[in-house]
């Protein structure tokens, strides 16, 4: 009867413990995410980046100039044309925004290595933003 008593608990210890592993597992990636907003720039092509009070994030580069793009990508809003300012030759698309992402960073390189969702902002976020730096 002891025996049974002592197998049975530990029967249950054993799949608490699988239970809360995988739930830690399953849970990791949210964990790491970080919410970041600024500047959301394109402003040539093949480049994309996330402008914030801590660095200049390069999300793609041309020709992977600095790295492999962001995981992801897909999960990148699109940029608004009511709330985008163009650069470079008028028509050409290219300029920025204001979003915020959430993403995962490598900081050492300064660049974001996966995109989980994002949202883009009205202008005045950013510019009322006084920990950003000018997109210009």
């Not at 660095?55 to 009511?82: K, L, M, R, V, Y």
């Not at 925004?97 to 974001?112: F, L, P």
Request: proline residues 7%.
């Amino acid at each position: 009867m002891v025996f049974g008593l002592i197998f049975s608990r530990s029967v249950t210890m054993h799949r608490l413990a699988i239970i809360v592993a995988v739930s830690l597992i399953a849970a990791a990636p949210a964990l790491a995410a970080e919410t970041r907003c600024g500047w959301y720039m394109n402003p040539t092509p093949g480049n994309l980046w996330l402008m914030d009070k801590d660095a200049t994030w390069t999300i793609t580069s041309q020709a992977n100039a600095t790295g492999p793009d962001a995981e992801g990508i897909e999960n990148a809003p699109d940029f608004d044309e009511t709330q985008f300012v163009e650069t470079n030759n008028p028509g050409s698309g290219y300029g920025y925004g204001c979003a915020c992402m959430s993403v995962t960073v490598d900081k050492a390189e300064e660049q974001i290595t996966r995109i989980f969702s994002g949202e883009i902002k009205p202008l005045s976020v950013c510019k009322a933003d006084k920990s950003l730096p000018s997109p210009d």
